[in-house]
């Protein structure tokens, strides 16, 4: 079974912008987790999406937002782009939703670069 | 209450000592106790998991020890080798909670040849 993947690896912006990041999950996961992992803040959940809604969020400011498609790939965006949103974004598939599920499988991430 | 603590920050071992991260707990809700094991450049793996109905795990060289009543568990990696060089993050997580898993901050252990 081919793992989580997520694109692109690495994407510099500017502050201001705006960006779109992707996940595929692991096929027949239906849970999309969405982490951010900074060297002072450690991983952060930012919200978790299964069968296309999103079932919890954590304490991130609207400009972070998401979306899962009906094939259960997930993306996420973040407007207006300041320097502290760089960072590795993770995103995390498993089968059920996260909290009953025995195992979360991460992908490789995005480093997001702000400048 | 949300928080779990792990400590030490680093933690620098010589090869086939045993390597002991620690981590701590408020919530009496959550039921899940995962350990990730992240290298470079990777996203983290799940290394071994256990529930507060055991008070010990072992997988190989890596073993979990959890003490409910004090709300700390523990990663012990007997053995170590140079590979097992990585950042370690302990986790928790509820089913009854609706809240999805909490992390601590991170080990940094390299492993001495």
């Known amino acids: 079974k081919a793992g989580v993947t997520q694109t692109p690896r690495y994407l510099i912006k500017t502050r201001g912008q705006q960006v779109t990041l992707s996940c595929s999950p692991i096929s027949g996961h239906r849970s999309v987790s969405w982490y951010q992992q900074t060297p002072g803040q450690g991983l952060q959940f930012l919200f978790e999406y299964f069968s296309e809604t999103q079932r919890n969020k954590g304490n991130f400011p609207g400009r972070f937002s998401g979306r899962q498609f009906s094939n259960s790939r997930s993306e996420m965006n973040v407007s207006t782009l300041e320097l502290g949103d760089s960072a590795l974004y993770l995103c995390?598939?498993?089968?059920?939703?996260?909290?009953?599920?025995?195992?979360?499988?991460f992908g490789p991430g995005t480093r997001l670069t702000v400048l | 209450q949300q928080q779990v603590k792990q400590s030490p920050q680093s933690l620098i071992v010589q090869k086939g000592g045993i390597s002991i991260i620690n981590c701590a707990y408020e919530?009496?809700?959550?039921?899940?106790f995962p350990w990730y094991q992240q290298f470079p450049g990777k996203g983290p793996a799940l290394l071994i998991a256990i529930r507060p109905d055991v008070s010990e795990k072992k997988e190989g060289r890596f073993t979990i020890s959890f003490n409910k009543s004090a709300k700390q568990f523990s990663l012990h990696i007997m053995d170590s080798q140079p590979g097992d060089s990585a950042t370690y993050f302990c986790?928790?997580?509820?089913?009854?909670?609706?809240?999805?898993?909490?992390f601590g901050p991170g080990t940094r252990l390299s492993v001495l040849p």
């Open positions: 919530n009496t809700a959550f039921d899940y």
């Open positions: 986790a928790a997580s509820s089913r009854n909670y609706g809240q999805n898993f909490v």
């Open positions: 995390a598939s498993s089968p059920q939703l996260a909290a009953s599920a025995s195992e979360q499988f």
